[in-house]
Every structure is written in C-alpha cells, then in structure tokens.
C-alpha cells in the first residue's frame, strides 16, 4: 500500500523544492501557484481517487460473481483520470487492475488492443472496450445487479 504514494509524495516534494527556490528568487505568486499545481497533480494520482488496484485473476473471478466491469488502467493516464472523475462515487462499483503493478493484465490489454497497452480497457461480459465513453460505463453500472 506504501509504495502507491510513493508518485505522489515525490511530486508534492519536488513542487516544494521548486516552490522554495521560486520563493528565494522573488517569486511568492509563482511559487504559490507552482505549488498548489503540484499537490493538485499529486492528488489527482493518489490512491484517494482510484479505487484499490486488484490483478487481473481477482477481477476477472470477482467481476464472474457480480457482473461488475473490469477497467484495466495506468497511473498518469489523462483518460484513465477522465473516466474516473466522470464515474465519481459509482467508480467504487467497478473492478479496477492496475497494468502497471500486473503484467497479466498488461498482457490482456495488449491481447485486446493489438499489441498496445491502450487504457483505459473496459471489460464488459468478457468484451473488451477501449476507451469507452464514461456515460456507456455508468449505464453498464445500472444494468448490473449491485
């Protein structure tokens, strides 16, 4: 669980090393504002906003039980974030593996985009779906049993 901070305690650290030489260059605005973008950033990558990270065997049996989606996702990834935001509290309801920490996963997302580790993958009855619309995935949410 420590090591998913790690990005994110990094980039508040080095937003703070740039906000103090800003600071001891004259700049308080810009290193206000260097700053705040940094924790922004860091926010936006910490495991607050993602669910826990499963391996791609565990969503795969959990999502057989429920029926729930499985996202196969990257940290960094602009459309990850976006699907994820868009999903706001019902993200929780999906299954959500990290190809990153999974190379089983990894090696699925490639297996279903040609060779590319294109995320965000979206698993919906054993169909892949790359980089689905965040509205085509909240109304899969609805028409699984919670």
């Given amino acids: 669980m420590m090591r998913a901070w ?4 990094l980039m508040v650290v080095c937003g703070s090393a740039g906000a103090a030489g800003l600071l001891r260059g004259g700049s308080p605005v810009s290193a206000a504002v260097f700053l705040l973008l940094c924790a922004l950033f860091a926010g936006l990558n910490s495991p607050l906003l993602f ?10 049996r959990r999502s057989a039980l429920d029926h729930r989606p499985v ?15 868009r999903l706001g509290r019902k993200a929780r309801r999906l ?10 996963g990894a090696a699925e997302v490639r297996a279903a985009n040609d060779g590319n580790e294109t ?3 979206v698993v919906v009855a054993g169909r892949p779906h790359t980089n689905p619309d965040p509205a085509w995935v909240r109304a ?7």
Avoid: F, K, M, N
């Fill in 95 to 104: 299954h959500w593996v990290d190809i990153w920490r999974d190379p089983a």
């Fill in 51 to 60: 669910p826990g990270s499963l391996t791609a065997a565990e969503a795969r």
């Fill in 71 to 85: 996202v196969y996702w990257r940290p960094g990834c602009p459309y990850c974030l976006r699907l994820r935001l």
């Fill in 119 to 121: 995320v965000p993958t």
């Fill in 140 to 146: 899969q949410l609805t028409s699984t049993p919670r």
């Fill in 6 to 9: 790690i990005p994110s305690v």
